[in-house]
């Protein structure tokens, strides 16, 4: 099996890396859009050699992986579908991006006579701060989930093929409705980025920002950890998922209004309640990550 | 020299841990509310020996310090100075609070007839989501910074004494205003734990929290971390320090109303500039950081 991959950041890399050694794999074909990440990727054999043009993958691969930031995913995606509906045996086009809904549209708004049976839409919840060819990290995705938004029109051997590959990678595959994926990543994800970003972003413009980054310590650190990853990438993300990340800041905005409001009122037992509350979901959530995993890396 | 401990939570006991093999040390004496927690110290050598009453430390330390949850620091602070004043050589007593400005206006409060001399109030910025005596941590202040807003009306041996102690500890001690110190940990910690603490209970309560949680992965594990703490200790942080905690949730939240009116608006330009200035803010802080101390630990 070839495997081609359009783009060849974190996450295209580290799936290259991680399929390198399988026996199942034949060619891992390459495109980048700087030459200087696919000098980067041939020089450290992550691929095995790379195209001249996105749509030449179409011709030398069994699966095309779109890895690119998500709204570009999304043009890139309806391109290449564009060029696959004129194939006679086009090959299994899949995709990373953190928002599904909007590809899951961009395709539907190609009005095709039926769903394009190769497209399964895919996101893997793993990835790093770093990003980059430099960043790739074979075991990405040992014993992290990938969420696959299969639609009725996808062939079955389309869907397993990309169950597979991820499989292979070392990943926990599971399925959902398109909506639910983008629904709950804007809360577990989308959410938490947009809220590090603003928080860092205020601090930073405060009168006393020098002493502020000088004095905080650990617990700042963990929190913005998130806020160090590619604005790129976030701006698609907040893009593509708009609706349900204006949603996500709402609920989470008249939240803390709440919690505002008892602070103001100096109510300790209505404070008591929410940090109670959080409390015992945060550890009943760690206790159940951890009888499943290690703790080693993830978004 | 003996050293007095009002509280042996995470901070008292791990301070005590810290002194343990100090030259300078002759006893560490204990007072804990609750008599398990003292057996716990006393068999774990955590402390020499305990007294009944947080009074008779006075009478048996050179310095006392206060390490008891913020609200009742500030009442046994008064307390304990109600006694100190009527002493010929009062011990020196300090404490380890979050906040300062209640503990220094609860002091002015008590009228005396000048600041005493013997009262240095601190604050390790140092801890950890865990708490309680069996989470004592002998390295916990280790490479830390300790915040000291002494009083013009301190001894110079008094503050020196203290300043001993944290540095026997492996802390770095720096000094500040106390109303600076109050502004800068609203900012750097105080508001970081409200928005985890309401992130949290907001997803906990909403119809998808079962999939939100079950489909959370590292990101969202660490920007809940606070989230875990004790919330006895963070209520009575947000009471003590409630002006500068309200007015950081307002900085925040206008902050974040430009985020989203930004995102309503799809103005990629103006996510981008939020994002990257703050991604730049992180990672020089970061990069500070690092420079100083490993990533081990710390609140």
Same mark, same amino acid.
């Given at each position: 099996?070839?495997?081609?991959?359009?783009?060849?950041?974190?996450?295209?890399?580290?799936?290259?890396?991680?399929?390198?050694d399988?026996?199942?794999?034949?060619?891992?074909?390459?495109?980048?859009?700087?030459?200087?990440?696919i000098?980067?990727?041939?020089?450290?054999?992550?691929?095995?050699r790379?195209?001249?043009?996105?749509?030449?993958?179409?011709?030398?691969?069994?699966?095309? !992986?779109?890895?690119?930031?998500?709204?570009?995913?999304?043009?890139?995606?309806?391109h290449?579908?564009?060029?696959?509906?004129?194939?006679?045996? =086009?090959?299994?086009?899949?995709?990373?991006?953190?928002?599904?809904?909007?590809?899951?549209?961009?395709?539907?708004?190609?009005?095709?006579?039926?769903?394009?049976e190769?497209?399964?839409l895919?996101?893997?919840?793993?990835?790093?701060?770093r990003?980059?060819?430099?960043?790739?990290?074979?075991?990405?995705?040992?014993? #992290?989930? !990938?969420?696959?938004? =299969? #639609?009725?029109?996808?062939?079955?051997?389309?869907?397993?093929?990309?169950e597979?590959?991820?499989?292979?990678?070392?990943?926990?595959?599971?399925?959902? =409705?398109?909506?639910? #994926?983008?629904?709950?990543?804007a809360?577990?994800?989308?959410?938490?980025?947009?809220?590090a970003?603003?928080?860092?972003?205020?601090?930073?413009?405060?009168?006393?920002?020098?002493?502020?980054?000088?004095?905080?310590?650990?617990?700042?650190?963990?929190?913005?950890?998130?806020?160090?990853?590619?604005?790129?990438?976030?701006?698609?993300?907040?893009l593509?998922?708009?609706?349900?990340?204006l949603?996500?800041?709402?609920?989470?905005?008249?939240?803390?209004?709440?919690?505002?409001?008892?602070?103001?009122?100096?109510?300790?037992?209505?404070?008591?309640?929410?940090?109670?509350?959080?409390?015992?979901?945060?550890?009943?959530?760690?206790?159940?990550?951890?009888?499943?995993?290690?703790?080693?890396?993830g978004?």
């Amino acid at each position: 099996m070839n495997v081609g991959f359009l783009g060849l950041g974190l996450i295209g890399a580290s799936l290259a890396c991680a399929l390198r050694d399988r026996p199942e794999i034949n060619d891992l074909i390459g495109y980048g859009h700087r030459p200087s990440t696919i000098d980067v990727a041939l020089s450290l054999g992550i691929i095995d050699r790379a195209v001249e043009q996105p749509e030449h993958l179409l011709d030398c691969c069994d699966v095309l !992986v779109i890895a690119t930031p998500t709204l570009l995913a999304q043009q890139q995606m309806v391109h290449l579908v564009g060029i696959a509906e004129t194939m006679e045996s =086009p090959p299994i086009l899949t995709d990373v991006a953190s928002v599904k809904g909007n590809l899951w549209r961009a395709i539907e708004a190609m009005e095709l006579p039926a769903w394009p049976e190769y497209v399964v839409l895919g996101h893997p919840i793993a990835g790093s701060e770093r990003s980059g060819v430099h960043a790739a990290n074979p075991k990405l995705f040992v014993d #992290h989930r !990938v969420i696959l938004t =299969p #639609h009725e029109g996808n062939s079955a051997g389309a869907v397993q093929c990309v169950e597979k590959l991820w499989q292979w990678a070392g990943a926990d595959v599971i399925s959902m =409705p398109v909506e639910l #994926h983008d629904k709950v990543l804007a809360a577990t994800s989308h959410l938490p980025h947009m809220l590090a970003y603003s928080l860092v972003d205020t601090l930073a413009q405060s009168d006393l920002s020098l002493d502020i980054f000088r004095y905080a310590a650990g617990g700042f650190r963990d929190f913005t950890r998130i806020a160090s990853s590619d604005p790129v990438m976030w701006r698609d993300i907040a893009l593509a998922n708009k609706d349900e990340v204006l949603n996500a800041i709402d609920t989470f905005s008249s939240g803390l209004a709440g919690l505002r409001a008892a602070i103001a009122d100096s109510d300790g037992e209505q404070m008591m309640a929410i940090f109670e509350r959080a409390k015992s979901s945060r550890d009943t959530f760690v206790v159940k990550q951890n009888s499943k995993k290690d703790e080693t890396n993830g978004v």
